[in-house]
């Protein structure tokens, strides 16, 4: 079931088993700086490379950054659909996706790295052998899903260097063997 724009219901964590996945207080109350750091040097990405995105119509433009932004949203959602409830809710300009479902590391990883892979390193890649304004369509894809997606590289850089076998569950994580539900072990 996905919940839109409501959070979830609140699970109870035994804190001797799951830890914040962020552990370093000084980071987790200054982790969204370093986002809005990161969106603001990808901001200044095209003048950098001299890539004007003028050539395609402003309409065009925000049309392509909506579908771009519902598709990269809807990617997250297919990596847990299967896996439990999820709810969309938003915080200031950025929109969050939460699920119950406990996760392992790699379900994890694709889940936040997908769509980077799929609407920012392809179109990026893509970009290379065609020109015109496909050329162009395809780095603001690229660009602008790089955009949104800054969240999501720091965690998946941060979700890589968990040990293999960490669970996590709504910002928590755990290290062990199995999957667990909240009630006690499936098996």
Not at 26 to 50: C, R
Not at 68 to 87: A, N, R, T, Y
Not at 117 to 146: E, H, M, Q, R
Request: hydrophobic share 55%; glycine share 4%; aromatic share 16%.
């Amino acid at each position: 079931m996905i919940l839109w724009f409501r959070h979830l219901s609140q699970e109870s964590l035994d804190s001797s088993e799951w830890t914040p996945f962020i552990q370093n207080i000084w980071y987790q109350e200054h982790y969204m700086k370093f986002v809005y750091l990161l969106q603001l040097v990808l901001v200044f990405i095209p003048s950098i490379f001299s890539i004007r995105f003028l050539n395609i119509h402003i309409f065009g433009l925000i049309l392509i950054g909506i579908l771009v932004f519902i598709l990269h949203e809807c990617l997250h959602i297919l990596v847990i659909k299967q896996k439990g409830d999820i709810s969309l809710t938003f915080s200031g300009i950025f929109f969050w996706i939460n699920t119950n479902a406990i996760l392992s590391k790699a379900r994890f990883w694709v889940f936040m790295s997908l769509p980077f892979v799929v609407l920012s390193v392809v179109p990026a890649i893509l970009s290379f052998y065609v020109s015109g304004d496909l050329k162009v369509i395809l780095l603001f894809i690229s660009w602008f899903n790089t955009l949104i997606s800054a969240s999501d590289m720091i965690n998946s850089v941060l979700i890589a260097l968990k040990p293999k076998n960490t669970l996590f569950f709504r910002g928590y994580v755990r290290v062990g063997k199995g999957i667990l539900k909240m009630n006690g072990p499936l098996n």
